[in-house]
């Protein structure tokens, strides 16, 4: 009966030990077997047998407990810095959109009752929204660099884009209510308010969910024993 071949073993437990981004693990696994048998193709041209080369080329890479958190702490960098990017895109292309829409006129209505309210509150989207953005390009930029420990950079971008959205979806909720009858008048004459609206509301739950998976990462990266 033929035994298990050491590389596929070492590499299956490697993959059963890391947490993160589907692609990115994928991707380091697959270094890592590629490696591995380079390394047994270099010792059977010395003289090993095939089980030899892949034992010898196994014991040299490490222990899993030593190589997965090394691995770990790449894959809570990439994911990381994939959400800093995704927060630095997706708020202000949000806000540009917007005002692009308003000054248009393809979504326009009445003066609302509570204009002032209004006007307050929608400014103070835009603060919301600009304060969030630059905050996620400043946790972009410190996420290209390796000296910064991963774990505690990737929770503080989860944590900055799931304040960020729920803020900002709370914050337009309140200037919609605000708005009373013009907003219901504008949903109920505009097709395209309507568009706006419900995939504004989709692009926040998306944010949401990404932000929480990025915490649950850098929160269950814990190195193995």
Do not use: H, K
Not at 95 to 114: F, H, I, K, Q, T
Not at 200 to 208: N, Q, T, Y
């Amino acid at each position: 009966m033929s035994t298990a071949d050491p590389i596929d073993s070492y590499v299956a437990a490697l993959e059963r030990a890391l947490r993160g981004p589907r692609r990115a693990r994928w991707c380091m696994v697959a270094e890592a077997r590629t490696g591995l048998r380079d390394a047994a193709a270099a010792y059977r041209a010395g003289g090993l047998s095939p089980e030899q080369a892949a034992e010898r080329a196994v014991r040299d890479f490490g222990p899993v407990s030593e190589i997965a958190p090394l691995f770990q702490d790449e894959l809570v960098a990439a994911r990381g810095r994939w959400s800093a990017a995704l927060l630095a895109v997706v708020f202000p292309a949000m806000l540009l959109g917007w005002d692009l829409l308003w000054s248009s006129g393809a979504v326009s209505r009445e003066p609302a009752p509570a204009q002032d309210l209004v006007a307050s509150l929608a400014a103070l989207q835009d603060v919301l929204t600009a304060v969030v953005a630059l905050v996620a390009l400043a946790l972009l930029v410190v996420t290209l660099r390796r000296t910064v420990p991963p774990r505690p950079l990737a929770s503080v971008v989860g944590v900055t884009g799931t304040v960020g959205a729920l803020v900002c979806g709370g914050n337009a909720v309140a200037m919609n209510v605000a708005g009373g009858q013009s907003t219901l008048t504008l949903l109920a004459t505009n097709p395209t308010a309507c568009a706006a609206f419900a995939g504004s509301a989709a692009v926040l739950v998306l944010l949401v969910w990404q932000s929480v998976r990025t915490l649950r990462v850098a929160r269950t990266a814990a190195p193995l024993g």
